[in-house]
C-alpha cells in the first residue's frame, strides 16, 4: 500500500509540474511582449530626444508625445511646465506617471530626466508574471500575501497546502488529506519542484514510520528521535552530515532495541526492507540442526554458549552455534573474518573438545558453491590452534564426498530422523573415542528421540512457531477485461455503427458490433469491428452480390491459347488450363500492339501502375485496394485506345 500511495503522489506530482510548465510558458510569452513593448519605447524616446531642434533647458516633457501621454492626470502642472530635464538628486519625483498597458498597474513617480533621457518604463512591467499567474501552483499557495503581489521568482520561502490522496494502513482505505509544507517560491515555479511531503523530504502523519510501521518504531532506541517525523526510506546521511563526518560513505544508522534486551544499529530503510536483529538471526542455524544437537546432547556433554539468548525462558536450553576467535598466528591470510562459527561444541571425557557442523544440501551443494575446500580449511585451522581437538563434519544427503585429516565425516540419508543422524554421529564418534558415548547402547536400543520436547521449546522460543503455517493457495483472480473502444469504419464502407462494441457470447476473444449497410437493407448486420475498421467487411454483402452479378469480359479461345504460347515463350509461369489471369492477358494485348514499355521487367504490368490509373479516373478498387481483373482490361484498352489516336492525329509539319 505504501509504494501504491508513493506512485498515486509522483503521478498527481508530474501532473502538476507539467500544468506548471504550460502556465509559465504562457507567463513568459506575455511577459516578452511586454519586454519588447519598453524597449520599442524607449528607443522612439530616446531617439526624440537625441534628434531634438530645441536647446536642452526648452524642452518640455508634452515635447516627447509618447511620454507626454503617460503623464498622470493627479499631477497638479501639466507636462508643458514641466522640462524635459526636471530631476533633484536624493528626492522623490513628485511627478506620477500611469502604465499605458492595460494591466490596471498602480501610478509610479518618477523625474522627466530618468524617463526621457534614459527611457525608463513601468517599474511593474518589468517583474510582471505573478504566483497568480500560475493558478496551477497559486492553488496551494497558503501564505497570508496575495499571490497576486508576489512575482513568480521571488526568493521568499512561503507555507504551501497540497491536497491529495492518502491511505490509512490500519484500514487500507483511501482519504483525502492535506500536505503543509514551506518551500521557496522560485524553486516551485522555475525549478520544477513540488510537493515536499509527496518527495519525502518533510514528514507527516502519512508518511511518518511510526504511522506504517508502528511495530519497528516501538524498537527505536533513541528517546530525542519522534518516530512520527521519521521517513519510511532514509539510509544514507545526508551531504552536508557527510562531509562534517568525513566521509560520503556514512549510512544513517540508528540504535534498536528489541523487548528481551538485543541492541543493534542499522538504518531506517534496513529494517523497512525486513533487516532485523544480528543476534536473533536463524540465517545460520536450522530446525533440523537444532533437533540433532539436542539429541547428542543427551549423549555427550554441550558446551553451552558464553552468553545466553535472552528470549529463551528459563529452564531450555540454548543449542545455539559458538563463534570461536582464531588467534592471528593461525589465521589463513585470505581469510576474511578472525572468528569462525562452529554449530555445537562438546565435552568429552579425558578433555577432548568436539566441535559439530551440520552441513546441509541448502548451503552446501555443489550447485550454489563448492565449500569442500574452507570446510577442510577450518578444521584443520582450529585443530592446529588449539581450540578443537576434533571437528564432526554431519553430510546431509547427497553432497559431494569430503576428505579432511583434522575431521571427521559422517553421511546421512537426506530424510533421515534426528534419532537416525544421532546415533550414526554417537558410532561414528564412539568409533573415534571409544569411551565417549557410555550410553549409546541403551539408546540406539531405545529406537527413538529422547529429547524432541527440548529442541521443540528452543525452536518455538526462537522462530515463534514450531513448524511454519501452510500456506494456503492463492486463487487466481479473474482477469479484468479489456476496456473496449470504438473504431471508425474504413474510408469504403458502406456500414454504419448502430451499437458499442460488445465480446462476442460464443467467442469472448472478438469484439464485434451492430451496424446498418447503406444499400437500404433493413436488417442490422454483426460483425467484427476489426474487419470492419481495416476494410475485409464493407457492406452486408450486396457489394459481393454486385460483383458477382457483374459479367466478366468474354476473352476467345483463340486469344487465351495465343496468351499460353506467349507466356511459355517469355518463360511466364501460368496455369496449364481454364481461363488465364486478367493481368496475362491486359500485358499480351499491350505488347502485341508495340507497348512493351508498358511492361515492367518482369514482363507484366506493374500493380501500382493500374491502381495509379484507376484512382485518377475515380474507378473503383476491390477489397483493400486490390486491382480486379476488369481494371486490368480497361487500362490495356485505353492505352492502346489512346496510342491509336496518336497514329491517326495529323503531322503539324506536312498536314497530313
Known amino acids: ?322 563463534r570461536l576467535t582464531v588467534p592471528p598466528e593461525h589465521k589463513p591470510a585470505h581469510w576474511r573474518y578472525k572468528d569462525v562459527e562452529v554449530d555445537a561444541v562438546f565435552h568429552l571425557p579425558h578433555g577432548v573438545r568436539v566441535g559439530l557442523e551440520y552441513d546441509g544440501a541448502f548451503h552446501h551443494s555443489a550447485r550454489q558453491r563448492d565449500r569442500r575446500q574452507y570446510e577442510n580449511d577450518k578444521s584443520r585451522v582450529l585443530v592446529e590452534a588449539g581450540i578443537l581437538d576434533l571437528l564432526i563434519h554431519v553430510r546431509i544427503g547427497d553432497l559431494p564426498e569430503m576428505e579432511a585429516p583434522h575431521a571427521l565425516v559422517v553421511a546421512v540419508p537426506e530424510r533421515a530422523t534426528a534419532y537416525q543422524q544421532a546415533s550414526a554421529v554417537a558410532s561414528a564418534l564412539s568409533a573415534r573415542f571409544p569411551e565417549a558415548t557410555p550410553g549409546l547402547d541403551a539408546y540406539l536400543n531405545g529406537g527413538m528421540a529422547r529429547h524432541e520436547a527440548a529442541a521443540d521449546a528452543y525452536i518455538t522460543a526462537v522462530w515463534g512457531e514450531l513448524r511454519p503455517p501452510r500456506r494456503k493457495p492463492k486463487k487466481a483472480a479473474p482477469p479484468t477485461p479489456r476496456r473496449l473502444s470504438p473504431t471508425a469504419p474504413h474510408a469504403d464502407s458502406l456500414l454504419s455503427p448502430v451499437s458499442e462494441p460488445y465480446r462476442n457470447p460464443e467467442n469472448p476473444d472478438e469484439i464485434v458490433r451492430d451496424y446498418r449497410c447503406g444499400c437500404g437493407n433493413p436488417e442490422i448486420i454483426t460483425s467484427v469491428q476489426s474487419q470492419v475498421t481495416y476494410g475485409n467487411t464493407r457492406s452486408c454483402g450486396c457489394l459481393a452480390t454486385q460483383a458477382r452479378q457483374r459479367p466478366r469480359p468474354v476473352i476467345s479461345k483463340t486469344e487465351t491459347h495465343a496468351v499460353r504460347a506467349w507466356a511459355q515463350q517469355r518463360a511466364i509461369a501460368i496455369g496449364g488450363s481454364g481461363r488465364v489471369p486478367d493481368r496475362m492477358t491486359a500485358s499480351f494485348r499491350l505488347d502485341q500492339a508495340g507497348r512493351g514499355d508498358l511492361l515492367g521487367p518482369d514482363g507484366l504490368l506493374a500493380e501500382a501502375r493500374v491502381r495509379e490509373w484507376a484512382v485518377t479516373a475515380g474507378l473503383q478498387l476491390g477489397a483493400r485496394g486490390r486491382v480486379t481483373g476488369e481494371l486490368w482490361l480497361d487500362y490495356s484498352t485505353n492505352e492502346l485506345a489512346a496510342g491509336a489516336q496518336i497514329k491517326e492525329a495529323p503531322d503539324p509539319l506536312f498536314g497530313h
Open 1 to 322: 500500500m505504501l509504494r501504491q500511495m508513493r506512485s498515486v503522489w509522483e503521478d498527481f506530482t508530474g501532473t502538476r509540474r507539467e500544468l506548471i510548465k504550460k502556465e509559465l510558458a504562457v507567463a513568459r510569452a506575455r511577459q516578452a511582449e511586454v519586454v519588447a513593448y519598453w524597449n520599442r519605447h524607449k528607443i522612439t524616446v530616446m531617439d526624440r530626444w537625441d534628434n531634438r531642434t530645441r536647446g536642452r533647458g526648452e524642452m518640455a516633457v508634452a515635447d516627447i508625445p509618447e511620454v507626454a501621454a503617460q503623464w498622470h492626470q493627479d499631477n497638479l502642472v501639466h507636462p508643458e511646465n514641466v522640462s524635459a530635464t526636471a530631476q533633484r538628486r536624493g528626492e522623490v519625483s513628485p511627478y506620477m506617471w500611469q502604465c499605458p498597458l492595460a494591466f490596471g498597474h498602480e501610478p509610479w513617480p518618477a523625474w522627466p530626466k530618468d524617463r526621457i533621457q534614459k527611457g525608463a518604463g513601468c517599474p511593474e512591467c518589468r517583474r510582471l508574471t505573478r504566483l497568480a499567474d500560475l493558478p496551477t501552483l497559486a492553488a496551494q499557495y497558503s501564505g497570508q500575501t496575495p499571490a497576486s503581489d508576489i512575482t513568480h521568482a521571488s526568493h521568499e520561502s512561503v507555507p504551501w497546502a497540497c491536497r491529495t490522496w492518502s491511505v490509512d494502513p490500519s484500514t487500507g482505505f483511501w482519504q483525502l488529506v492535506e500536505h503543509c509544507f514551506e518551500a521557496v517560491i522560485k524553486e516551485r515555479a522555475l525549478q520544477g519542484d513540488g510537493c515536499l511531503v509527496c518527495a519525502g523530504y518533510v514528514i507527516d502523519d502519512t508518511n511518518s514510520l511510526l504511522t506504517w510501521f508502528p511495530e519497528i518504531a516501538d524498537e527505536l532506541d533513541a528517546p530525542d528521535l519522534d518516530p512520527r517525523w521519521l521517513p519510511t526510506s532514509q539510509h544514507n546521511i545526508s551531504r552536508k552530515h557527510a562531509a562534517e563526518a568525513g566521509g560520503a560513505g556514512t549510512y544513517a544508522t540508528l540504535p534498536w532495541r528489541l523487548r528481551h534486551g538485543h541492541n543493534w544499529e542499522a538504518t531506517i530503510l534496513n529494517r523497512v526492507h525486513g533487516t532485523g536483529c544480528g543476534k536473533c538471526s536463524t540465517s545460520g542455524i536450522s530446525k533440523e540442526q537444532v533437533r540433532l544437537v539436542a539429541e547428542l546432547s543427551g549423549l555427550i556433554d554441550l558446551l553451552t554458549p558464553t552468553s545466553r539468548d535472552p528470549r529463551l525462558p528459563d529452564g531450555v536450553p540454548d543449542f545455539a552455534s559458538h
